[in-house]
């Protein structure tokens, strides 16, 4: 059985730091793509970054590339997100997601990951 457990959300002051970190199981980094995703209320799940199975590569949507890192303990089977420098236009649901085979991650869209955590909530006050 795959479950995917998101934490570390919360509130934090524009500018700060959060860190997200995704509890895989049932997965293997070598066959699934780990993405992270976010939400708010009345719009689309957009991609936010992802890490290919295999080679570990890294991928990121716009600005979060200078922001954001994503990086994998393969032997925890855990998956981070470090978000530095936050705006209040990155509050949102987080959500981790896990897609089989895919080895190419950069820009698929949540309708291409089979996998999904529950979510964690990120607050920035301004």
């Known amino acids: 059985e795959v479950q995917l457990v998101e934490s570390g959300g919360g509130l934090v002051q524009a500018g700060g730091s959060l860190r997200l970190s995704c509890a895989a199981s049932g997965v293997s980094f070598d066959d699934y793509a780990i993405g992270w995703f976010r939400q708010v209320p009345g719009k689309e799940r957009d991609w936010v970054s992802c890490i290919s199975p295999k080679d570990g590569s890294t991928y990121y949507a716009g600005d979060e590339k200078r922001r954001f890192t994503i990086t994998s303990d393969n032997a925890k089977n855990m998956v981070y997100l470090q978000m530095n420098s936050l705006k209040p236009e990155d509050m949102a649901v987080y959500y981790c997601?896990?897609?089989?085979?895919?080895?190419?991650?950069?820009?698929?869209?949540?309708?291409?990951?089979?996998?999904w955590g529950q979510g964690t909530q990120v607050t920035v006050s301004s």
């Open positions: 997601a896990a897609a089989y085979m895919l080895y190419y991650c950069k820009g698929y869209g949540s309708n291409d990951y089979d996998y």
